[in-house]
């Protein structure tokens, strides 16, 4: 589905890449009939601030809310198992990897498999549901780190909430 596409772009390191996508990104955004109306305001939203921030100055909020904050930690895992020490967070990241290649998606990145980002790349060749399905094996730590970022006021909260909200299998979110 096209929102975890641009979800997972957002969510990257805002490189020069993307500030140069940022227009695609917009017109997409405007031409793409989604049903929820308020996750696509609050994209926008973001993206908007994207436009109208100082490239470095997003880099560098980037950096300590995701970097250098553990709590904010867009690997999954971290949140399950603590830090990378942890006997039990190397055996669920290569499930997590064997899972992507069973799919025959091969991961073009050098983060681990459990990236939230990466993850979102994953979900969006997913059917609705099965996207829904697979994010609520996550939904507790997703609701945990939207709830982080927004209680650090992060523009980048909106965006983790939406995840969340999509973290619910179809059948039971209708």
């Known amino acids: 589905m096209q929102i975890y596409k641009i979800l997972s772009a957002l969510l990257e390191y805002p490189d020069q890449e993307l500030f140069d996508n940022l227009p695609a990104i917009n017109k997409l955004l405007d031409e793409t009939v989604d049903t929820d109306v308020v996750e696509w ?12 921030g100082d490239p470095i100055e997003i880099q560098e909020d980037y950096v300590k809310t995701f970097d250098l904050t553990p709590e904010h930690s867009l690997h999954l895992t971290h949140h399950f198992f603590g830090d990378d020490n942890d006997k039990n967070r190397g055996p669920a990241l290569i499930d997590l990897s064997e899972l992507y290649k069973d799919y025959g998606v091969k991961q073009m990145t050098n983060e681990l498999p459990d990236y939230l980002p990466l993850i979102l790349e994953f979900v969006a060749l997913q059917e609705d549901e099965e996207a829904r399905a697979f994010l609520s094996d996550a939904s507790k730590v997703l609701t945990v780190l939207a709830e982080n970022l927004t209680k650090a006021n992060s523009p980048y909260a909106p965006l983790v909430s939406i995840i969340k909200n999509r973290a619910t299998p179809a059948c039971i979110a209708a």
Do not use: I, P, S, Y
């Open 41 to 52: 305001a609050e994209v926008k939203k973001f993206v908007a601030w994207l436009e109208k």
